[in-house]
């Protein structure tokens, strides 16, 4: 008796009624379902920025939750539509590494991912325009999902679905490893790719984090413990390091956002 | 026993308290309303992009659904509320043409359209402001209509509400057509006001569309087809003829926005 | 039978996984929660900025509405999460000041607000970070509480909670008083912290109300009643006393906004 949920993930901004289409669309199939926003403030066509909203996102939702992630610079062309079970819930969202987050983190552990390849075409919307399959595919196909339909209607399961190996950071000296930051937030903080599970020893150690024309070799635990404007490395909430800067941001002070390297040296 | 669904269509944004204000008035009436946000991102006081989001997004949507659209410049004046019953759904708006793309949708055809004169103020949060109808009129008057208040205790049927023609193509020439842009979407694509049931030899012939300074004379099927930074035509998922480029802003490359003018030559 | 109303005020923008992750937590504990963003376009670390759009904002929910604001530049320092009960409502938040505009209209009157320090920390997600108590604590609190927790289980009352006086126009003069711009909002019109209650004279006397380098000396009724670009003052929605600009943004033509000072001198 619990009403579905489906979450939106997309790249189509707030100022257009696109976002609105897909809620109509979901609600018309299954009117019990209840739509959460992710966000849809997904840089235009960056699939590696989806890729890392939904995965920061997916696992504090209930069991049984439906996301449906639409950043698709290839909607019209080949690009294959997923239905995917992983952790307890579903995703649904085009074969171009969106998913691949997620994928590195649940698939091949305990419980394998089961990844489908929506072909069913009856659970699409007609006529099936070749621009925006956020109304045609993904939302019907997230609201049948959600109205009981089994997954394996769907379509068949597949196995060469694409896993992006997102940019780890490369080992490149001695002490040394060479990373990219992966998202300035809305408050300009810096994530990287280095993750706290396999850099613990910066908790413990001497080290340096360079970015930009800046090296950072304080790590703060907190933002208010840093001074105004000053630049300090932290264990962001996700559990990448990230780069703050003290009731300011980090993105501004450094000039770089995603993408910039990141140098990082351990004593 | 299906509760009942208001959509928000508005020009008030997202960084103040007026939508949250709007949803607390709706919930305040009705509890059991599910609210929906189609956009608060129409350009402040644009009544036509207000229409053009609306009237986009709300075929989608089940019957019974009510839509309330706020993009009100002239609030606090003598311009009446609006209700309307149109395509099984209901409509509360100001009478100020932003309902004018659906009017031309759907009135005056097999079911002719319901518009009434909201004027029983016991339906308006009192004291009445003359500066957010939003919260005052347009949004209790939804919530009291998703409670079970019938149509007609609203106020009198009028025939007189407007009915704003938005800019259709004019012809120019012999093969020549003059329209414009009517709006560029969060990619930089520009939808003009050209569509597809309108022009369909675009599919079949050669033709011209200049905008700006550009000529455009490529008919792509799909957004990937386009290389990087290609000025391409492409029938929008909501039939208008659109201005995009590979993977980039068209809006950008062409400086133009809502407005612009669009001249189309079919040979 | 009621489902539990949890609105979001915060300063998190949208283009981040974060308030994704908030309705993912509050889902998790109590998924019957019904869950309203009031905004998330707070001004990052403006504690006033939200004070001010949940003061404006709560009243016109349903009693038993819980609110969470998440304005929280001090996250991880030693500063204390609270929950109020004011109004008939709940309030979970940081204690900086964030719920003052409402502690000053609802407390000390015919009921005092309960104000508790929020200590119980199995109503917390763990580990607990330094970073996103927005995600640890309140979002799991407001959950707990939504799914019957009593208020006493979450902690001790408490009596020195932070009550920030926001600035209220201070007497300068025989007829004139010195106040700030609270906030320019989406359409740029600038509200005051003078307030038509304290203030009624300007409805009926001749009065000048310098901003930047203007001088204005009109009350309009209505948005819509003043000339193109003309400056004049309103009394806002909320009954601040509010500079607008006919058809235009006052912010930009005045180049002022949140703290800029305004003289009032009514004759």
């Known amino acids: 008796m619990i009403r579905p949920i489906i979450t939106l993930t997309t790249d189509f901004g707030l100022s257009d009624h696109f976002v609105g289409v897909m809620k109509g669309v979901i609600l018309g199939i299954q009117p019990a379902a209840r739509i959460i926003d992710i966000s849809h403030g997904v840089q235009p066509y960056q699939i590696a920025d989806g890729a890392f909203t939904i995965a920061q996102a997916y696992r504090y939702f209930p069991k049984k939750t439906i996301h449906v992630v639409v950043v698709d610079p290839g909607v019209g062309s080949t690009r294959r539509p997923l239905l995917a079970e992983m952790a307890g819930q579903y995703f649904v969202a085009p074969d171009n590494g969106v ?33 925006f399959h956020g109304r045609d595919v993904f ?23 694409l896993r992006a190996s997102f940019d780890k950071p490369t080992h490149t000296g001695k002490r040394r490893w060479t990373g ?8 300009g903080n810096l994530a990287t790719n280095f993750h706290i599970d396999e850099f613990p020893s910066i908790r413990t150690h001497a080290f340096s984090l360079k970015t930009g024309t800046k090296v950072i070799t304080r790590l703060a635990l907190t933002f208010s413990e840093s001074a105004p404007g000053e630049l300090v490395a932290i264990v962001g909430s996700s559990g990448y390091i990230e780069v703050a800067a003290g009731q300011g941001s980090a993105a501004k002070a450094l000039g770089c956002g995603a993408g910039a390297p990141v140098e990082l040296t351990i004593y």
Chains 1, 2, 3 share one sequence.
């Open 139 to 161: 939302s019907p196909v997230a609201a049948h999902l959600a109205a009981g339909v089994t997954p394996a209607k769907f379509g068949k399961r597949i196995e060469d679905y």
């Open 99 to 131: 998913l691949s987050m997620i994928f590195a983190r649940e698939d091949g552990g305990v419980e394998q991912a089961i990844v489908r390849h929506v072909t069913s075409e009856r659970y699409f919307l007609q006529p099936l325009s070749r621009t």
């Open 180 to 187: 990219i930051v992966l998202k300035a937030d809305h408050f």
